[in-house]
């Protein structure tokens, strides 16, 4: 396998892709006189499908079907054998498996077990997404009761019940305190406001004449 047929990462695919189509119109401009763009198109559309064709294992003269069926079969063939499939196993045997592989996961990490359990002419069954979900919540529930103290099996009514009794009387200690402090509080002394009286007053101006010697 030479050099030009070695699949690049996926995230360099892009790069060696617009090399390609650079050096091509490079190649196509150097003869402006019979260059046509009906022909750059061409060229482009050769020089793409022929580099993807190595990379997927294609023919080197395939076309885009070709290419899409052999770049698909490869896909399903890699992804099936991850998940424990057949080699000729079609997309939906493998998104099944992978549903499974994944549930069969999840379960084993929050230790789910059937709702059924087995009997001894039964297969072991595995747990279903049901029986996932209601295993992760019985854990919350009973990690949150033990939390506020209404214990590990307390349902969610016991349980808001208690976060509302611990709120309640957090606010009546609050509260308490609040008027505690109201009450030690020295009251405040009146200050009196003097007002003066008629006789303290400056005489007023009554008459434009002015007053004579007081006898």
């Given amino acids: 396998m030479s050099e030009n047929t070695i ?13 390609e189509i650079k050096d091509t119109v490079h190649d196509w401009a150097q003869n402006p006189e019979a260059s046509r763009f009906e022909d750059l198109d061409e060229r482009i559309d050769e020089k793409l499908r022929r580099r993807i064709a190595s990379w997927v294992g294609a023919p080197e ?32 045997t493998i998104s099944s498996r992978m549903e499974g592989r994944i549930r069969h996961g999840i379960a084993r ?18 747990a279903s997404w049901s029986d996932i979900g209601a295993k992760i919540e019985r854990d919350v529930r009973g990690w949150i009761g033990e939390i506020v103290g ?52 400056p005489p007023a101006v009554t008459d434009e004449k002015p007053a004579g010697p007081q006898e």
Wanted: hydrophobic letters at 35%.
């Fill in 7 to 19: 699949p690049p990462k996926p995230e360099e695919m892009g790069e060696h892709l617009d090399q």
């Fill in 150 to 201: 209404a214990g590990e099996q307390a349902d969610w009514k016991t349980i808001g019940d208690q976060v509302l009794d611990q709120v309640r009387v957090a606010f009546n200690k609050v509260a308490q305190s609040a008027r505690k402090r109201e009450e030690s509080a020295p009251a405040s002394q009146v200050t009196r406001i003097p007002i003066e009286g008629e006789e303290d007053r």
């Fill in 109 to 126: 990490l929050v230790r789910a077990a059937p709702a059924t359990p087995a009997t001894e002419t039964e297969a072991a069954a595995e």
């Fill in 61 to 92: 003269d395939a076309d885009w079907k070709t290419i899409g069926a052999k770049m698909d079969a490869s896909t399903r063939e890699a992804i099936g054998r991850w998940v424990g499939a057949e080699p000729d196993a079609d997309w939906g």
